[in-house]
C-alpha cells in the first residue's frame, strides 16, 4: 500500500480483537502502518471497553476469544455501531459461522493465515463477488509452525519454557523461532 492510501485511512480506528496477545499487536502494527489507528483488546469485555473509549470505524474480530464467541462481540458492535465495517478471522472456519458471522453484521470473513493486506481489501470491499473463484492454497510451512507455537504458548499463558517442553523444543530454540514473524504480517 502506498502512503497516499495509508494518509487517507487517517481518523479510521480499527478495534482489533483476539486472544491471542502477540498474533493481535503485530496485526495492529501492521494496520497502524496502513495508516489505521488501533485500538486492540483480547476478550469481549475489553473490546466493548476499547468500542467506548474509542469508536470504531472498522473492526477485525477473532470468532473465538479464549471460551468466549467472537459472535457476541459482532453482534454488539453492530447493534452500537452500525456503520462499523466489521471482519470477522478465524482459525477454525466453518460454513455455520461464517453465515452466523454475515448475519450478525460482519461485512467479511477470513480464516487465518492472512495477511494485512487481505484485511485492508476486506475491510474496502463493497459487495460480493459472484465471479470469485475457490482457491485452493497451501499454507507455508513458516505460518503453520508459527501459528502452531503461538497456540501452544497461548495455552501456556506466555511461559516460553513451558511451551518449549510442550513442543519438545529447546527453549532458546523457540525463542529464535519466536522472533520470526511469518511472512505477510511484517
Known amino acids: 500500500m502506498n502512503a497516499v492510501a495509508a494518509v487517507r485511512r ?35 469485555a475489553g473490546a466493548l471497553a476499547a468500542a467506548e473509549r474509542a469508536p470504531p470505524s472498522h473492526a477485525l474480530i ?33 460454513i455455520a459461522t461464517a453465515v452466523e458471522a454475515i448475519k ?3 461485512i467479511h470473513y477470513l480464516t487465518k493465515p492472512t495477511d494485512a493486506d487481505a484485511i485492508v481489501a476486506a ?3 463493497g459487495a460480493g463477488d459472484p ?10 510451512l513458516e505460518r503453520l509452525e508459527w501459528e502452531h507455537i503461538q497456540q501452544v ?19 532458546r530454540t523457540l525463542q529464535r523461532k519466536l522472533q520470526k514473524r511469518p511472512s505477510g504480517l511484517r
Open 131 to 140: 465471479d470469485v473463484a475457490p482457491v485452493a492454497h497451501t499454507t507455508p
Open 104 to 106: 450478525l453484521g460482519a
Open 153 to 171: 504458548l497461548s495455552a501456556c499463558d506466555g511461559n516460553v519454557s513451558r511451551a518449549a517442553a510442550r513442543l519438545g523444543l529447546h527453549r
Open 10 to 44: 487517517r481518523g479510521q480506528h480499527c478495534l482489533v480483537v483476539d486472544d491471542d496477545a502477540v498474533f493481535a499487536e503485530v496485526v495492529a502494527a501492521a494496520l497502524g502502518r496502513r495508516g489505521f489507528e488501533v485500538s486492540v483488546a483480547l476478550d469481549a
Open 62 to 94: 477473532d470468532l473465538r476469544l479464549g471460551a468466549e464467541s467472537g459472535l457476541h462481540v459482532v453482534a454488539w458492535l453492530h447493534e452500537q455501531y452500525p456503520q462499523a465495517r466489521i471482519v470477522v478471522l478465524t482459525g477454525y472456519a466453518s
Open 123 to 125: 475491510f474496502d470491499r
